[in-house]
């Protein structure tokens, strides 16, 4: 919700608006951070499934094919759509579509998930795979985390985790300074976004722990303050996480986020009866859960596309017909994404929870 929110609302143009609403919508665009709340839940879901099963025969297999059969299907599909409408772009109808060879010579490196590190797209590509920079930076934490969880005792392997939480920071403050012509991935590669999965990654090993969960019960008001602090540093800085990332975002901004959502998560799975766990335990928002990967590849195409072809524009909430395209794309969204999860999706992670551990 929060990068739809973002990339539907806040980066649409807002010119006609006064002063003071373009500055709120703008300042919405700090919902991109809903990627580093993933983050934060997939070290947390994922590093608990592997611990739960670190000793298992079956551990290396099970994991990887119910990794292939949740996430390649529906993304080799979308990229098996973008070499279909780029072969028609190129060599059907040329001159139609903004597509070149180029566009088809780079298909490799999306199918490799490499789109994080080497991020040249045209601007083509760049509708139809922006967003999957982050599945990359998923997928190549699924082809660490397995081995280091495997080999690595709990105690090293905190130990590990505290350390790349706070180098993180550095590393990306090193490439911002010194690598200005790279300084995308600062943002976008693995090892630099690796403090909130290794957060995530945390969590789950302390949740395990019976005394940690007795401590969060006991010292509610301690953990209720540490949220607050977290919110307030993640309000304080928040005219800074607007876009485009400066020095500051890529620095304490990304840990800052990573820590308030860690406490998200933390207070809402100890805190059961808490205003912010009932909210998150709101039956559409479970429904949103279940289709937001469809939602969350596909969307900014689809919104960027529907204005070329219905305005002839960029996206842009300026008038009535502005915000028309915006909900008509949500919609064709929604439905697609619907439609891939019962036809799809589902039966998909059904055959992979057939390899059990």
């Given at each position: 919700?929060?990068?739809?929110?973002?990339?539907?609302?806040?980066?649409?143009?807002?010119?006609?608006?006064?002063?003071?609403?373009?500055?709120?919508?703008?300042?919405?665009?700090?919902?991109?951070?809903?990627?580093?709340?993933?983050?934060?839940?997939?070290?947390?879901?994922?590093g608990g499934i592997l611990l739960d099963n670190r000793e298992s025969p079956r551990y290396f297999r099970t994991f990887y094919l119910r990794r292939v059969f949740r996430i390649l299907p529906v993304y080799y599909l979308w990229i098996l759509l973008y070499i279909l409408i780029t072969i028609i772009g190129v060599y059907g109808v040329p001159g139609l579509?903004?597509?070149?060879?180029?566009?088809?010579?780079?298909?490799?490196?999306?199918?490799?998930?490499?789109?994080?590190?080497?991020?040249?797209?045209?601007?083509?590509?760049?509708?139809?795979?922006?967003?999957?920079?982050?599945?990359?930076?998923?997928?190549?934490?699924?082809?660490?985390a397995p081995i280091a969880i495997r080999m690595i005792s709990?105690?090293?392997?905190?130990?590990?985790?505290?350390?790349?939480?706070?180098?993180?920071?550095?590393?990306?403050?090193?490439?911002?300074?010194?690598?200005?012509?790279?300084?995308?991935?600062?943002?976008?590669?693995?090892?630099?976004?690796?403090?909130?999965?290794?957060?995530?990654?945390?969590?789950?090993?302390?949740?395990?722990?019976?005394?940690?969960?007795?401590?969060?019960?006991?010292?509610?008001?301690?953990?209720?303050?540490?949220?607050?602090?977290?919110?307030?540093?993640?309000?304080?800085?928040?005219p800074t996480l607007v876009r485009p990332a400066g020095v500051i975002t890529y620095t304490v901004g990304y840990s800052a986020l990573a820590f308030f959502y860690t406490c998200v998560l933390v207070a809402a799975i100890s805190q059961k009866q808490s205003f912010v766990a009932r909210l998150l335990r709101l039956k559409w928002l479970g429904y949103l859960g279940g289709i937001s990967y469809c939602v969350y590849i596909i969307h900014l195409t689809i919104n960027q596309f529907a204005f070329v072809l219905v305005r002839h524009s960029q996206p842009e909430i300026n008038d009535l017909r502005g915000v028309g395209v915006t909900l008509l794309s949500l919609f064709t969204t929604w439905l697609v994404a619907a439609t891939s999860w019962r036809y799809l999706e589902a039966p998909s992670i059904s055959k992979g929870h057939r390899y059990v551990y």
């Open positions: 919700m929060l990068v739809v929110i973002c990339h539907y609302v806040a980066n649409a143009d807002h010119a006609n608006f006064g002063y003071w609403t373009r500055h709120f919508l703008s300042g919405l665009t700090v919902g991109w951070s809903g990627v580093d709340l993933f983050f934060v839940l997939s070290g947390f879901l994922i579509l903004p597509v070149s060879r180029q566009d088809l010579t780079a298909v490799p490196i999306y199918v490799l998930f490499l789109q994080n590190l080497i991020y040249s797209p045209s601007p083509f590509r760049w509708k139809w795979f922006v967003v999957t920079w982050s599945l990359a930076v998923e997928e190549q934490f699924y082809l660490l709990v105690r090293r392997l905190t130990l590990l985790l505290f350390t790349i939480v706070f180098a993180a920071p550095f590393l990306r403050l090193g490439i911002y300074i010194w690598f200005p012509s790279h300084s995308y991935l600062a943002g976008f590669a693995m090892p630099c976004r690796a403090d909130a999965l290794s957060l995530g990654m945390l969590a789950a090993i302390g949740w395990r722990r019976e005394g940690f969960q007795q401590m969060l019960d006991r010292r509610r008001t301690a953990l209720w303050g540490i949220f607050a602090f977290a919110f307030l540093v993640v309000a304080v800085l928040s």
